[in-house]
């Protein structure tokens, strides 16, 4: 069954609301990504759970797929409606529904964004420590288990969730985890669906743990000779316990790429930027030991000394990946995010360098290297078929040689369809249970089908 038999439904309980015109279906048929297009056949766009819910109702009735969609800036394809259906945009469920400030926690829709989030936690001292490059939906960064520059220091959203109302594939709802701080009380489920990419329901709320706006932050930039000092500059300040928020590490070519996209002139040369945060005092000293550190590895310190000029470093970050597509305009991007542990990334790092360099590739890379996490942009021309070939061939040995060191294929992108090819050699017996678990949940496969692994 498919779309066409749901549409009557559809339109009866939400008259005038069902979107199909073409424009819209192929704005939410792509994510930011190399994948293929693939548009639903039609763009709903609730404004309650109880909406959410009696939309999946009428599409498990008549055995519509279901893909939820947040801002659509997600890598690995995963809001491709690559079986047609029902997109269910929840971009109009964007309300904090309750907040407690002595308890740092809140309650959202999942529509709202983390920088909406923040911007009107300001006021309260608080403020939800996950810092991606994206502009994305709370909703959207749990259902990936997203986590970004801030991860060494306070984890991901999956350390961050502390409950959840989902819509689940038969359109009943349910609610998990809730506000206390642990609980030893029957399975997980908070976290079976944080990552699950939308494949087991439809998140629609997020009960969310908050941290204090710390009582200063410093950040340093530090260039170095080569790759593998930068690196193991982070090995060793990681084992200091320095009060350490932020350690983003950017290749020479990354750093040209910012140059140009941003009309800088920092050296192009490998960097460490980091970020430190805590009593001001802590910070000053830690940060004087970083630099230390750094130069002892052949670094040249930068100073970053006022608040404009650490605001301009970030942003100067945080605009890498659109830095990176700028060497080659018109060019496909693949950008990929292993994750390993950290003691191995110095020679991943150097293994692949050297790869890239063999293959002719131009790959500028950036990543959250406190964690052990990297991205390469593979830059490629969608119609030159030899070089496509060239950039996935590449893509699958440093996944593989990531798998080989106890990492993985994904540190915070997410499986969708880019990573699927891997989950067998990373998870082994276990895919199998997913898929049994997918299969008791979702029994018509009609929730984000074709994402994370084949039923």
Avoid at 298 to 322: F, I, M, N, Q
Avoid at 348 to 357: C, E, N, S
Avoid at 368 to 384: K, T
Wanted: aromatic letters at 4%; charged letters at 20%.
């Amino acid at each position: 069954m498919s779309f066409a038999a749901a549409s009557a439904a559809l339109d009866a309980a939400f008259s005038g609301r069902i979107d199909r015109g073409q424009a819209v279906r192929d704005q939410h048929g792509a994510g930011d990504s190399w994948h293929p297009a693939a548009p639903p056949d039609a763009v709903f766009q609730p404004v309650s759970t109880e909406e959410v819910a009696q939309a999946v109702r009428i599409c498990a009735a008549h055995g519509c797929p279901i893909v939820p969609f947040g801002a659509g800036s997600c890598i690995e394809g995963q809001v491709n409606a690559t079986q047609g259906g029902l997109c269910l945009d929840l971009s109009r469920m964007d309300r904090i529904l309750r907040l407690s400030a002595p308890d740092m926690d809140v309650t959202v829709e999942a529509g709202l964004t983390r920088q909406r989030l923040n911007e009107d936690l300001r006021a309260t001292g608080l403020f939800l420590p996950i810092d991606i490059g994206a502009h994305a939906t709370l909703g959207g960064m749990a259902s990936t288990r997203a986590s970004g520059t801030m991860t060494v220091r306070h984890g991901t959203m999956a350390d961050l969730v502390m409950g959840l109302t989902v819509v689940l594939p038969d359109g009943e709802v349910i609610r998990t985890g809730g506000r206390a701080r642990k609980s030893a009380s029957g399975y997980d489920l908070t976290h079976l669906f944080v990552g699950a990419e939308g494949t087991l329901g439809v998140i629609t709320e997020l009960t969310l743990r908050l941290t204090g706006i710390p009582e200063a932050a410093k950040a340093g930039l530090y260039s170095f000779a080569d790759l593998q000092a930068a690196t193991d500059t982070v090995v060793e300040a990681l084992q200091f316990g320095l009060c350490l928020n932020r350690i983003e590490l950017m290749d020479a070519l990354q750093m040209r790429a910012i140059n140009a996209f941003n009309g800088t002139d920092l050296p192009e040369m490998p960097t460490l930027l980091v970020d430190l945060t805590g009593s001001a005092a802590q910070v000053d000293t830690d940060r004087a030991t970083f630099a230390a550190l750094a130069q002892d590895h052949g670094a040249t310190v930068h100073p970053v000394d006022t608040p404009e000029a650490y605001s301009h470093v970030w942003a100067l970050r945080h605009s890498a990946l659109y830095a990176a597509r700028g060497l080659r305009p018109g060019a496909s991007s693949l950008s990929t995010d292993v994750c390993v542990p950290v003691s191995d990334l110095p020679g991943l790092v150097a293994g692949i360098t050297a790869t890239l360099q063999a293959e002719g590739l131009v790959a500028p890379m950036h990543g959250h290297v406190g964690d052990g996490n990297f991205h390469l942009v593979m830059l490629f021309d969608p119609a030159d078929a030899e070089e496509m070939a060239r950039v996935q061939r590449v893509h699958g040995e440093l996944v593989h040689r990531a798998l080989a060191l106890g990492g993985t294929a994904t540190g915070e992108h997410g499986v969708g369809l880019g990573k699927k090819p891997y989950m067998e050699a990373e998870h082994g017996a276990a895919l199998a249970l997913m898929k049994r678990l997918k299969v008791a949940v979702d029994p018509q496969n009609l929730m984000n089908p074709g994402k994370i692994f084949d039923i």
